[in-house]
């Protein structure tokens, strides 16, 4: 079945480093792709999405690229801030079906 | 535009009982997808709803259910909680039929804890 691996947290940074989230999928047929942020006791908000190959999603900063060759969605970000600090989770949608699957979640601490 | 509402935002239950939770959608929005998150088994799909009709479910045992009204709201119920039920529980609504490629917003969870 389908299937989300996103590297394990969690990830700590300086402010103003550069942000790179590992994210792979299986799927069968072409999944869309998200990320999705989870701010503390928050529910989540889409980050950013890429539906078909080799299209880039972004927002505010952030970047992922879809690979289809690679079965990746990596998520990237050039120079992080603290208000980025937060739980990132990438996702898949495919097929006919409507909900995600979700990898575990990356936690990410952005000291200034 | 009013986002996803659910309620409660916290509940206590000890083991054996039921809850029902409940979730409003954005307005127009006529698809709610349920989730349950845990630190263990992170994110998992519960069930989606379109038109008062499900029409996806997830892999949970039958003590969980939901169902979906006329205005698109969407409740939840766990019968006989198990202590492993505790968890945030995540409702999203997006515009149209499942499959389709809308965007899914999410609500800020209801927190439960099952004694």
């Known amino acids: 079945g389908n299937s989300v691996t996103q590297m394990e947290g969690p990830v700590t940074l300086s402010e103003e480093a550069f942000l790179t989230i590992n994210c792979t999928y299986t799927?069968?047929?072409?999944?869309?792709l998200f990320w999705y942020v989870q701010y503390p006791g928050e529910g989540l908000q889409l980050l950013l999405k890429?539906?078909?190959?080799?299209d880039k999603g972004s927002n505010k900063g952030f970047e992922a690229t879809y690979r289809k060759e690679t079965t990746s969605f990596h998520l990237e970000k050039g120079s992080v801030q603290v208000s980025d600090s937060a739980v990132y989770f990438c996702?898949?949608?495919?097929?006919?079906?409507?909900?995600?699957?979700f990898g575990k979640g990356t936690k990410l601490s952005v000291k200034p | 535009k009013a986002g996803v509402t659910q309620t409660p935002r916290y509940l206590i239950k000890t083991r054996g009982q039921q809850v029902t939770l409940s979730c409003s959608p954005i307005?127009?929005?006529?698809?709610v997808s349920w989730y349950q998150q845990t630190p263990g088994q992170g994110l998992q799909f519960l069930f989606e709803?379109?038109?008062?009709?499900?029409?996806n479910k997830g892999n949970f045992p039958g003590r969980f259910s939901g169902r979906q009204f006329s205005n698109s709201r969407s409740e939840m119920n766990v019968s006989t909680l198990e202590l492993g039920d505790s968890a945030l529980y995540l409702c999203?609504?997006?515009?149209?039929?499942?499959?389709?490629?809308?965007?899914?917003?999410f609500g800020p969870g209801t927190r439960l804890t099952v004694l």
């Open positions: 996702a898949l949608r495919g097929g006919s079906q409507g909900n995600l699957i």
């Open positions: 799927a069968t047929g072409y999944p869309s």
């Open positions: 890429a539906t078909k190959a080799d």
């Open positions: 307005s127009g929005h006529r698809s």
């Open positions: 709803y379109f038109s008062e009709t499900q029409r």
């Open positions: 999203a609504s997006y515009p149209r039929a499942a499959g389709s490629y809308n965007e899914q917003f």
